[in-house]
């Protein structure tokens, strides 16, 4: 059974920095490219970031571009998302997923950006 948890969400004020964790398990991570999500109240769930197994390489949405940055521990099987200069905008649930639809995710972290 996969299984993904996301932690590390919290309060922040603008401008500040968070990294959240993703901790998986059931399939096998290392040979899985793994994104984030996020989404906000009354809004649609917005990709955030990708991790490409194969590749290495990582992928953001504008929005973040600069200011987020992914990484992943294959050995840990656990996926990260630095959240740096954070904005107002940036408030919302985080998920991480093993789809690029953000179908099959965990239950997500809060993160709430305000002064």
């Known amino acids: 059974e996969v299984q993904l948890v996301e932690s590390g969400g919290k309060w922040v004020q603008p401008g500040g920095s968070l990294r959240l964790t993703c901790t998986t398990s059931g399939f096998d991570f290392s040979d899985s490219t793994m994104f984030w999500f996020r989404q906000a109240p009354g809004k649609e769930l917005e990709w955030v970031a990708t991790?490409?197994?194969?590749?290495?390489?990582?992928y953001y949405a504008d929005s973040v571009k600069g200011r987020f940055t992914i990484s992943r521990d294959n050995a840990k099987s656990t996926l990260y998302l630095q959240l740096d200069s954070l904005k107002p905008d940036d408030t919302a649930l985080y998920h991480c997923?093993?789809?690029?639809?953000?179908?099959?995710r965990g239950q997500g972290t809060q993160v709430t950006v305000s002064a």
């Open positions: 991790s490409n197994s194969a590749s290495g390489n990582a």
């Open positions: 997923s093993t789809d690029f639809r953000g179908r099959q």
